[in-house]
């Protein structure tokens, strides 16, 4: 018998231990909320890459390269915090040079704007010899018709990069908004505050998409996390990474997040949406309103501070 027990655990230890995640990070090198201070900008890379190193997440930060610039000339400071990514070890890749809506944008200037927005990124990581290959789209607007969706998709194949979808969308940019408003202030207790709310409503929303996508699938996807480079998860994403962890994640690249067969499904539905890649192959397969019930809701105090 308790070889029977010890057989079954030996099966079905891998299926748990096979919950997977990448943590994508956007709007590289710093979401600042037009705070130039440098020392703030470096100190928000360090403990944001620190905590990243300290729990073993092989992120991928996408890169908005507009803000490497002042008028027209490289402003190296924004280089060099963009270098401690590379230095760190982990992988950049391309999310326009403006951050641009697809949503508003022909593919002509949108297509520009890809190519405006990998020149730095490219050096740097040619500098270790690695590759530009991902490409994030801002707003996660991917296109709203079949025809701009898949011309997009041509101009990027065309350009090899590969899309860099989302699995678990979430209003991170929210809290940090409050978060940083609260800094300004000095209001330590709000901050702390914010904080513990975030890492609840982001397990929340964890165990939201786990549902559908074992609703859909059966199974679930190795996961794409959305987040930002701001002054909330600079402070929060190492007990972020632990939430994670004491969920049965482990943590692995973009690449083989995307090895998981689920991303190949196909989308047939298109609208001016940003939202998760579950929800559009859900939304491809005919499912209605009552599939995607039960998304956390944002605290209403969060709500307010954002206003
Ligand atoms: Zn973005």
């Not at 409503?201 to 998409?209: A, C, G, I, N, T």
């Not at 973009?254 to 499904?265: C, F, I, P």
Request: aromatic fraction near 12%; charge should be positive; charged fraction near 20%.
């Amino acid at each position: 018998m308790f070889k029977l027990i010890l057989a079954l655990l030996i099966c079905f230890t891998p299926a748990l231990a096979q919950k997977k995640v990448c943590f994508t990070i956007d709007d590289l090198p710093v979401v600042s909320y037009s705070i130039s201070d440098s020392a703030f900008q470096r100190e928000l890379t360090t403990n944001l890459l620190n905590k990243l190193t300290e729990h073993k997440v092989p992120a991928i930060g996408f890169v908005n390269e507009f803000k490497l610039y002042a008028d027209a000339n490289v402003n190296p400071f924004q280089v060099s915090l963009l270098k401690q990514w590379v230095d760190a070890n982990l992988e950049l890749g391309n999310h326009t040079y403006s951050h641009l809506d697809y949503n508003n944008t022909s593919l002509n200037t949108y297509g520009k704007e890809i190519l405006k927005g990998e020149v730095q990124t490219r050096k740097l990581l040619a500098a270790r010899n690695k590759p530009l290959q991902y490409f994030r789209h801002p707003y996660l607007h991917a296109g709203d018709s079949k025809v701009k969706s898949d011309s997009l998709e041509r101009f990027l194949k065309t350009h090899q990069y590969i899309i860099a979808p989302v699995t678990i969308d979430n209003a991170d940019y929210l809290f940090a908004l409050a978060y940083h408003r609260a800094y300004v202030k000095k209001d330590q207790t709000l901050m702390s505050r914010i904080g513990a709310d975030y890492l609840s409503y982001m397990e929340k929303v964890l165990h939201y998409f786990e549902t559908l996508s074992a609703a859909l699938f059966g199974r679930n996807i190795h996961h794409t996390l959305l987040l930002h480079a701001n002054l909330l998860n600079s402070h929060y994403i190492g007990k972020l990474a632990e939430v994670y962890a004491r969920n049965g994640y482990e943590f692995i690249t973009l690449e083989e997040a995307l090895r998981d067969k689920l991303y190949e499904t196909p989308i047939t539905k298109f609208g001016r949406w940003g939202i998760s890649w579950i929800d559009r192959w859900a939304l491809s397969q005919g499912k209605g309103n009552d599939f995607f019930k039960g998304e956390p809701a944002i605290p209403v105090y969060i709500n307010e501070l954002t206003k």
